[in-house]
């Protein structure tokens, strides 16, 4: 049974910083592209950040330059370090397993809250 669990969530100050961890179990974690998503309430998950099974990083162009995916294939752990943190990043984070071609299934994290408040 495939299952991802994130993890590190919580309440910082803007400017802060935190990491999350996502830890995989069920799947053969150093073939699938990690990935990191966000819902702020009220609004549509969005991507964050992605990392491939070789380590290269992409980022949308709000979390470039504060955020940085990385990845332990020993651990099956996929982190996200979040930096400078604003109340506009506020939202559930969920990270996302993505299988190398042909396979279609993906798995999905239960999500980890943030909230970046003063």
């Known amino acids: 049974q495939a299952q991802l669990v994130e993890s590190g969530g919580g309440l910082v100050q803007p400017g802060g910083s935190l990491r999350l961890s996502c830890t995989a179990s069920?799947?053969?974690?150093?073939?699938?592209?990690m990935a990191w998503y966000r819902q702020a309430p009220g609004k549509q998950r969005e991507l964050v950040a992605t990392?491939?099974?070789?380590?290269?990083?992409n980022y949308v162009n709000y979390a470039q330059g504060r955020f940085t995916i990385s990845r332990d294939n020993a651990k099956n752990t996929v982190y996200l370090q979040m930096n400078s943190l604003k109340p506009e990043d506020t939202a559930d984070y969920y990270c996302?397993?993505?299988?190398?071609?042909?396979?279609?299934?993906?798995?999905w994290g239960q999500g980890t809250q943030v909230t970046v408040s003063s």
């Open positions: 996302k397993a993505e299988p190398p071609w042909p396979a279609t299934v993906v798995y």
């Open positions: 069920g799947i053969a974690f150093r073939i699938y592209v």
């Open positions: 990392i491939g099974t070789s380590g290269s990083e």
